[in-house]
């Protein structure tokens, strides 16, 4: 109960109030939310790589290729996540969207902009968080560290044949 209170002290103290009060534009708290969680990914892929290259456990060539692909996503993250999110929250995009979906409520305008304001940040973290992060930041990590760890692979080749 003690962390529920204290928690609770937090979020009601004046300090976050004001900060609350001053953060009105949905279009910039759901790019604070987006940088937030982008930042979360890119610093738990960091302790993962550490983690990957401290632990004994693990052999050697394995090690490297878990820090690479580790790294690889973690890059790969930040980046699409931004740039879909930062695409998807782009104003004119919204507007398109949000005209033909909510235009029933349309005349009603406070009922229309709470609706475009939730829809804005919603879609926005599903596409980055789930298209970008699940579907995409796998499929171009895996290819980056596949040509990285086999950029040596024609030299290689090459020698063998000339031997």
């Known amino acids: 109960m003690k962390v529920q209170k204290v928690l609770s002290n937090i979020a009601n103290s004046k300090l976050m ?9 949905p279009k910039f708290l759901t790019r604070t939310l987006l940088l937030t969680s982008v930042a979360k990914d890119v610093f738990a892929y960091g302790l993962r790589v550490h983690n990957t290259l401290t632990n004994d456990k693990i052999p050697e060539d394995k090690k490297k290729f878990s820090a690479h692909m580790d790294t690889a996503s973690g890059i790969t993250t930040a980046i699409v996540q931004i740039g879909a999110g930062f695409l998807v929250s782009n104003e004119n995009i919204q507007n398109g969207i949000t005209n033909k979906l909510f235009k029933s409520i349309k005349d009603n305008s406070q009922m229309f902009n709470a609706a475009k304001a939730s829809f804005s940040a919603i879609s926005t973290m599903v596409i ?7 579907i995409l930041t796998p499929l171009i990590a895996s290819k980056m560290v596949y040509k990285f760890d086999h950029k040596d692979d024609n030299k290689t080749d090459k020698q063998l044949v000339k031997a």
């Open 17 to 25: 109030v004001n900060h609350i009060e001053k953060c009105s534009d």
């Open 128 to 134: 980055a968080a789930l298209f970008a992060k699940r």
